[in-house]
């Protein structure tokens, strides 16, 4: 399909989407092989202002790419090597040799989906640095090695053992390491400069007081390494580009390879139902598509295509086979599946030769 077609479909797509009423609006960034992308904006967001293409979002769990560049660009340095245990870097109550720094890439380490709430309560007060101390604090959920199980808490240790090695807080490496050589416009733990897009049905307690996920100064305030980043959809773009060797010499040939493959053998495991398959591919922060089913990107894509999504209702996601890369930020959580049933059809158009 000639380029220019493909972002026409993905544009229709999502109006399609839009007049649904399962999401208020989205802003979408595709870039084809070392062109400029191509950045639309749809509807509102949910306060009803209307979404314009340089917009800020809540990237949610798509932060863990940024982070994983941090850690793999150190690896590029030689001041941290893939085997590596993490006990090397971070005294923990409880050592585990077989955590590794790759095993916490590709989430294979262990540890559980997300930090007890009594550990590091969600309430005012709360800080990066309490979290921290709580994920040293952690404990195995099964075996390293066993099962792919996604964890929030092995970010927040490669964020620990990034300070370490850098002699300095993780947001400020961040900037230095990967959002100042990729041109991203983002923030982790400060205020952006204008208010980002307000996101839709968010659930829980918290929805619509002063401490709502996403929304709120305090969640933005905390500086979260698995999913505080505030970026535009060419932000979010640039971070998976990377993964394709975009800008050249970001990355090593030979580890931006490894990143962007599997790293998990036939191991089985993802998220929670229906959001578990065997095998779970997973990358170096990426998530690998393979055969997965159910999934949010269509098969077409390739089973070699990678990315990562957010539960803030967004995705960045790259097709080798076709040379194309997309970002899709939503103005609805995924909490009610619209990502999963209904985006697809936005990849499609983008990713499909």
């Known amino acids: 399909?000639?380029?220019?077609?493909?972002?026409?479909?993905?544009?229709?797509?999502?109006?399609?989407?839009?007049?649904?009423?399962?999401?208020?609006?989205?802003?979408?960034?595709?870039?084809?092989?070392?062109?400029?992308?191509?950045?639309?904006?749809?509807?509102t967001d949910a306060d009803g202002r209307a979404l314009v293409p340089d917009d800020l979002f809540p990237v949610a769990s798509i932060t863990k790419l940024a982070t994983s560049?941090?850690?793999?660009?150190?690896?590029?340095?030689?001041l941290i090597d893939l085997d590596d245990p993490v006990d090397r870097f971070l005294k923990r109550a409880e050592p585990h040799p077989g955590v590794t720094i790759r095993r916490l890439l590709c989430h294979t380490a262990g540890f559980a989906i997300d930090l007890n709430a009594s550990e590091a309560p969600y309430e005012p007060?709360?800080?990066?640095?309490?979290?921290?101390?709580?994920?040293?604090?952690?404990?195995?959920?099964?075996?390293?090695g066993s099962e792919v199980l996604y964890s929030n808490i092995g970010y927040g240790l490669l964020a620990l053992v990034v300070e370490t090695c850098a002699g300095a807080r993780f947001s400020d490496v961040l900037r230095d390491l990967v959002l100042t050589p990729l041109g991203i416009e983002g923030y982790l733990g400060v205020e952006p400069p204008r208010a980002p897009a307000r996101i839709a049905d968010v659930r829980g307690r918290h929805r619509a007081t002063p401490l709502e996920p996403f929304n709120s100064s305090f969640w933005r305030s905390l500086a979260l390494p698995w999913a505080g980043?505030?970026?535009?959809?060419?932000?979010?773009l640039a971070l998976v580009r990377a993964f394709c060797g975009?800008?050249?010499?970001?990355?090593?040939?030979?580890?931006?390879?490894a990143a962007g493959a599997s790293?998990?053998?036939?191991?089985?495991?993802?998220?929670?139902?229906?959001?578990?398959?065997?095998?779970?591919?997973?990358?170096?922060?990426?998530?690998?598509?393979?055969?997965?089913?159910?999934?949010?990107?269509?098969?077409?894509?390739?089973?070699?295509?990678?990315?990562h999504t957010g539960a803030?209702?967004?995705?960045?996601w790259a097709a080798p086979g076709s040379g194309v890369a997309w970002a899709i930020l939503g103005a609805r959580t995924a909490d009610n599946g619209w990502l999963l049933r209904h985006s697809g059809a936005i990849s499609a158009a983008i990713s499909n030769p």
């Not at 709360?126 to 994920?135: F, G, N, V």
């Not at 980043?229 to 979010?236: D, I, R, S, Y």
Request: aromatic content about 6%; charged content about 15%; overall charge neutral.
């Open 1 to 43: 399909m000639p380029d220019h077609s493909r972002v026409t479909t993905a544009r229709v797509a999502a109006e399609t989407l839009v007049a649904s009423g399962r999401i208020p609006g989205m802003v979408v960034a595709v870039a084809m092989g070392n062109r400029k992308p191509d950045v639309f904006a749809v509807g």
């Open 69 to 78: 560049l941090v850690v793999l660009r150190l690896v590029d340095r030689g």
């Open 125 to 144: 007060g709360l800080t990066w640095e309490t979290l921290a101390q709580a994920c040293l604090r952690a404990n195995l959920h099964h075996p390293p």
């Open 229 to 236: 980043l505030v970026t535009t959809a060419t932000g979010a």
């Open 246 to 257: 975009h800008p050249p010499g970001f990355l090593s040939p030979p580890l931006r390879a």
């Open 263 to 307: 790293q998990t053998d036939d191991l089985p495991g993802g998220f929670i139902e229906p959001l578990r398959w065997c095998p779970c591919p997973w990358g170096l922060g990426p998530e690998v598509r393979g055969t997965k089913e159910p999934h949010w990107i269509p098969a077409g894509a390739g089973p070699d295509s990678f990315g």
């Open 312 to 316: 803030s209702g967004c995705l960045a």
